[in-house]
Nanobody, 116 residues
Framework: QVQLVESGGGLVQAGGSLRLSCAAS????????MGWYRQAPGKQRELVAH???????NYADSVKGRFTISRENAKNTVYLQMNSLKPEDTAVYYC??????????WGPGTQVTVSS
């Protein structure tokens, strides 16, 4: 059974930092591209950051220079370091895994709330 479990969300003041973690089980983690998405109330889910199996990264323009995605294959874990948080970063953050075969999985999400 595949599971992606996010942790590290919470309430933080604007300008603060949080580090999200996503632990995967039931998959060969190293062969999956990993991503973080977010969904704010009333908005569509959007890609925040993505990291390939070869550790190539890309980011949404809105978080470039503030967020960093990384992966630790030995721990089956992907991270999202979020600095200089803004109220508009408030959302539910989801972990996502994908392969070229079409296999794709989602975590249940973790709430991030940034107060002004």
């Amino acid at each position: 059974q595949v599971q992606l479990v996010e942790s590290g969300g919470g309430l933080v003041q604007a300008g603060g930092s949080l580090r999200l973690s996503c632990a995967a089980s039931g998959i060969i983690f190293s062969i999956y591209d990993m991503g973080w998405y977010r969904q704010a109330p009333g908005k569509q889910r959007e890609l925040v950051a993505h990291i390939t199996t070869g550790r190539i990264t890309n980011y949404a323009d809105s978080v470039k220079g503030r967020f960093t995605i990384s992966r630790e294959n030995a721990k089956n874990t992907v991270y999202l370091q979020m600095n200089s948080l803004k109220p508009e970063d408030t959302a539910v953050y989801y972990c996502h895994s994908s392969r070229w075969t079409g296999d794709t999985y989602w975590g249940p999400g973790t709430q991030v709330t940034v107060s002004s």
